[in-house]
């Protein structure tokens, strides 16, 4: 069951995709990011503030983000997995819509290239 109908070619990624309105309020979310986020509730997250699930300074973040938007990045480490977090604005018609969270899990060893 896709969380998206329409965009249903993300849930076939490895990869989470969330996605939330310029209130906050979650409006995205692909197969995976149901899966990352079950027991914070899965899909029962969509419709909801995307706010209140963020603990400081996050919440702040991602506030900041909304308010002046801005693309955010880092690296973290949970469970002895290294994963790439990604926050970008999005745009519709050239006005802005809200922020995409992109999460993806970095190979131990990974390649470098300077092209």
Known sequence: MNCAPELHWLDGVDVSVVACDTAGICTY???RACQIFAKDGGRAL???SLIDCHPEPARSRL???LNTPRANSYTIE???KK???HQTPF???GVFAGVVEIVLELPASLP???R
């Open 46 to 48: 969509l419709g909801h």
């Open 91 to 93: 745009f519709r018609d």
């Open 112 to 114: 470098h290239f300077v």
């Open 63 to 65: 506030l900041d983000m």
């Open 83 to 85: 994963k790439l977090i």
């Open 29 to 31: 979310m692909n197969e």
């Open 78 to 80: 949970k469970a002895g």
